[in-house]
């Protein structure tokens, strides 16, 4: 309902104005009533009265001064003008001061109820009209975020025009970019925080982090944010006035950074490219910083990386973990996945962090990789038309990814898969079995470890150790020293070998040493065991502790 405001100074024209309204079928509220022009303007500062019904000539302040101060303070407001006959001429000055209307007394119902009538319904519209441009800019604001990181993406591709991303950035975003330069938001263990994660909150997780980065850059109508894909966000700065300075550049990274630590659960990377001349050039900004990423395991997590630093990096070739690899390959054979996860995850960091190497030159070891994983898996006896097209696959999706992190995910995914299709047969004993054979073979050897075996079988010593342990309840040293007892008995029960020699046959350079180590397994002197063998009564004495020949049977 439309509220009315009555301003004369007669009271019979202000009751007859208000029974006519009381009589009409107008959703118009008749609010309050003025005598005088500064009640008038009194009354329409408090109320604000959607129409005023005003009288041209008032004691004090007349009629149009009234209007023109109610104009000045509410312009939406609708006033109308009552005047007589012989005060023509101001209605026609009421009309030039934005007046709405005038209506002659003696006012006349219908009259009134008419010009009420019209300008309720140019209110109603003006209303409709308002709401609906209110609308119309809601949505354009809204869709000025999704313009904006559209424009981002093309612009560090390259896929849109210097011309066309002008006007876009000036004429619809309202912006202006000049001597930009690329910032790169990389959202660190991006993909571990958002496992599990449903798509919608993904979205709001998402659309969180970039307006964190979005409010804490100072120079807004200088800058594009924009999500290139989840977890990276870029931002294209106006590196002019005081972001020309680059200690000013890597200040606006910490504060990006700093944001949001304190606003997401989630840490970030900052990666700095050049600046340019032109906005063709920002794929090459975006190159530079996308590489200054690239460095994150060097530099640290959480950190700001720039273009100089990259240059201050020491370049100096270092050697490939080759002692690595062929460990895990062993592991791969052996069907082992937490410890050729473990290994695969040390060579990647090495690639990453230490090798210091070009983009094209890691991809290049990544590739490689992924052909002497899927190869050792095809060893196991995994089917090989599967493994060759689940690495086909899996290579595909290399050249997407942009970022260490990512690639780090990618590879032992990768393994994991291909190490799925391993057949599930347990050959831990026929390693154990391999091991046992060799070891006793070899045991005359005084220096003989437990990494010459492992060596021989090619499986790591650390595994090797875990099957032996596991198989036979003691240790590889335990073991061995079981063994040479074994022997040595034997030697001692079937041959007239002297204490060296018998000591030296079973891997004993020290003769005393031997006779110590005899006497604690088996409570009795070697002398003493000959003499009991030779006497017929070989299995009375004290056995040892564990017999090998007990521990592991096949």
């Not at 990181?149 to 975003?173: E, F, P």
């Not at 190869?375 to 689940?390: F, H, N, Q, S």
């Not at 970022?403 to 004993?429: C, F, H, K």
């Amino acid at each position: 309902m439309l509220s009315l405001l009555v301003a004369d100074d007669e009271d019979i024209v202000r009751s007859a104005i208000k029974s006519i309204i009381g009589r009409g079928a107008l959703a118009i509220h008749l609010i309050g009533e003025a005598a005088t022009g500064e009640e008038a303007i009194s009354l329409a500062h408090q109320m604000r009265p959607k129409i005023v019904l005003m009288d041209v000539k008032m004691p004090g302040l007349n009629g149009l001064e009234a209007a023109r101060a109610i104009r000045a303070e509410s312009p939406s407001t609708k006033i109308i003008m009552l005047t007589a006959y012989d005060e023509f001429s101001f209605a026609q000055e009421a009309l030039r001061l934005g007046a709405s209307d005038y209506l002659l007394k003696p006012i006349r119902p219908s009259a009134l109820l008419e010009v009420l009538s019209r300008i309720q319904k140019e209110i109603e519209q003006e209303e409709k009209h308002l709401i609906e441009t209110e609308q119309a800019s809601t949505r354009l604001r809204d869709s000025l975020p999704l313009i904006e990181a559209r424009l981002v993406y093309d612009l560090v591709q390259g896929a849109v025009s210097s011309s066309k991303a002008s006007d876009l950035i000036a004429n619809h975003l309202g912006k202006s970019i000049a001597w930009p330069v690329v910032m790169l938001v990389d959202i660190d263990r991006f993909q571990a925080t958002v496992q599990g994660m449903e798509a919608e909150k993904l979205d709001l997780f998402c659309n969180l982090l970039t307006d964190i980065v979005r409010r804490a850059i100072p120079v807004p109508e200088r800058c594009l944010v924009g999500q290139i894909r989840p977890g990276i966000i870029a931002v294209i700065l106006s590196a002019e006035a005081e972001f020309a300075d680059s200690g000013k550049l890597r200040a606006l990274g910490h504060t990006i950074r700093s944001a949001i630590e304190s606003g997401a659960p989630v840490t970030a990377t900052i990666g700095i490219g050049r600046r340019c001349e032109h906005l063709d050039m920002i794929p090459l900004s975006y190159s530079q910083a996308s590489e200054a990423i690239w460095h994150k395991l060097h530099f640290g997590r959480n950190s700001v990386i720039t273009s100089d630093d990259l240059q201050r990096l020491d370049r100096e070739p270092r050697p490939y973990p080759l002692g690595l690899e062929h460990e895990l390959i062993a592991n791969i054979r052996l069907g082992q996945r937490q410890a050729s996860t473990d290994l695969l995850g040390q060579i990647v960091d090495f690639m990453l962090e230490k090798l210091a190497a070009p983009p094209e030159t890691i991809y290049t070891r990544f590739m490689e990789l992924m052909v002497l994983i899927s190869r050792a898996v095809m060893d196991t006896g995994a089917p090989i038309a599967e493994i060759l097209e689940l690495s086909h696959r899996q290579l595909k999706a290399l050249r997407r990814l942009k970022t260490g992190s990512e690639m780090r995910a990618w590879i032992i995914e990768s393994m994991t898969l291909m190490m799925s299709r391993i057949p599930s047969a347990d050959r831990g004993d026929m390693l154990v079995e391999q091991a046992i054979a060799l070891m006793r073979e070899k045991l005359d050897q005084p220096g003989l470890q437990l990494k010459d075996i492992a060596a021989a079988i090619h499986v790591s010593p650390s595994h090797l150790a875990h099957l032996l342990k596991e198989r036979t309840g003691v240790s590889y040293v335990r073991y061995m020293m079981m063994l040479r007892m074994e022997k040595a008995k034997k030697l001692l029960a079937t041959t007239d070998m002297t204490m060296a020699a018998v000591a030296s046959a079973v891997g004993y350079e020290d003769a005393s040493y031997f006779h110590r180590i005899f006497r604690r397994e088996t409570a009795m002197t070697p002398s003493a065991y000959r003499r009991l063998a030779c006497s017929g009564h070989a299995s009375t004495p004290p056995p040892l502790a564990d017999q090998p020949h007990n521990l592991y049977n096949h």
